[in-house]
């Protein structure tokens, strides 16, 4: 299983990003998906989550009502649209993909940048 991440960029505080994550193989569809976020020197955090057939979502209390996650099978991606950016959302995206108990992958990372 591969993960891939892409669509982080610079963009000024209140602006918006896409971010895309797009995972191998043919076991999307049945694949749980979380969005994780790192700055240097602080630990990963949690930000939004996603079950296999996108029926139940959680986000983290401070990304709520700003981003949403989302996802398309049919094309094994899973999007976090992230608006109404703030400098504290600044870090480097990771995507998780949660195959089963003993099975889960981590993408690269891309690089978000709020300014203020």
């Known amino acids: 299983v591969k993960v891939e991440e892409s669509g982080g960029g610079l963009v000024q505080a209140g602006g918006s990003l896409r971010l895309s994550c797009v995972v191998s193989?043919?076991?999307?569809?049945?694949?749980?998906i979380a969005w994780y976020r790192q700055v240097p020197g602080k630990e990963r955090e949690w930000v939004a989550a996603?079950?296999?057939?996108?029926?139940?979502?959680h986000y983290a209390d401070s990304v709520k009502g700003r981003f949403t996650i989302s996802r398309d099978n049919g094309k094994n991606t899973v999007y976090l649209q992230m608006n109404n950016l703030e400098p504290e959302d600044t870090g480097v995206y990771y995507c998780?993909?949660?195959?089963?108990?003993?099975?889960?992958?981590w993408g690269q990372g891309t690089l978000v940048a709020v300014t203020s």
């Open positions: 998780n993909a949660w195959i089963r108990p003993d099975l889960d992958a």
């Open positions: 193989g043919n076991t999307f569809r049945t694949t749980s």
């Open positions: 996603i079950g296999w057939d996108g029926s139940i979502i």
